[in-house]
């Protein structure tokens, strides 16, 4: 099982311009989560999804969207790109709901000019 | 709200001391607790959690947490640091049920610095 992947792993944007941030798991499991993580801040909830189909905000939601089309895949857009998106983002999958054990991807440093 | 709250931006050890970092969280339920370790340039791995029973709960890579209700704390313990065991540390917290049922609240992260 390759678990759960992101990509790209690094990408710089230009204000004002759009990109899609991909997450993929192999685990068949039921909830997915964006988490961004600035430094010394831990990390935020974004978004996150109990199934296909379903999705609901999380802490730091605005500037996101979000789609569950499929079990295994949970993108993430930016649509109008600013500097207080620069960061590390975070998808992550679990079986369960919350009090089950989350497994992260590697993690996509953005940056935003 | 819930909140968690880890003391200790930075600490450094020696290699083959003991380690102890600290997590207090603020809730009014019964919380769930966790803690995550994040190597240098990757994503977050489980060591430990406690939901329930036995206070003092053992993890992978010889890690081990208490659970002291009366304190508020989930600290997280290891009697001989390793190299490897260099990383930035998190501490957790959620709860079953209610509006808040799949956040999982993280405290800001310690960064343990290892010396020869």
């Known amino acids: 099982n390759a678990g759960v992947t992101q990509t790209p792993k690094f990408r710089i944007l230009k204000i004002g311009q759009s990109m899609t941030l991909q997450c993929t798991q192999d685990m068949n499991h039921n909830y997915m989560y964006w988490y961004r993580q600035d430094p010394g801040m831990g990390l935020k909830l974004i978004y996150y999804?109990?199934?296909?189909?379903?999705?609901d905000k999380g802490e730091v939601p605005n500037g996101y969207n979000v789609s569950r089309s499929t079990t295994e895949d949970f993108p993430l857009r930016l649509e109008l790109a600013a500097p207080s998106q620069t960061s590390v983002y975070f998808c992550?999958?679990?079986?369960?709901?919350?009090?089950?054990?989350?497994?992260f991807g590697p993690g996509t440093r953005l940056t935003v000019l | 709200a819930q909140s968690v709250t880890q003391p200790d931006i930075h600490i450094t050890v020696s290699e083959g001391a003991s380690l102890e970092l600290r997590c207090n969280y603020s809730?009014?339920?019964?919380?769930?607790l966790f803690w995550y370790v994040q190597s240098p340039g990757q994503g977050l791995q489980l060591l430990l959690k406690?939901?329930?029973?036995?206070?003092l709960v053992q993890g992978i890579k010889g890690f081990e947490a208490e659970f002291k209700r009366s304190q508020s704390s989930f600290n997280l313990r290891k009697p001989s640091v390793h190299w490897s065991d260099a990383a930035e540390y998190f501490c957790?917290?959620?709860?079953?049920?209610?509006?808040?049922?799949?956040?999982?609240?993280f405290g800001k992260g310690t960064l343990l610095t290892v010396n020869p």
């Open positions: 957790a917290v959620t709860r079953m049920g209610g509006g808040s049922n799949y956040k999982l609240t």
């Open positions: 992550a999958s679990s079986y369960n709901g919350n009090t089950d054990t989350q497994y």
């Open positions: 406690y939901f329930s029973g036995d206070t």
């Open positions: 999804s109990v199934g296909a189909g379903i999705t």
């Open positions: 809730y009014g339920a019964t919380p769930y």
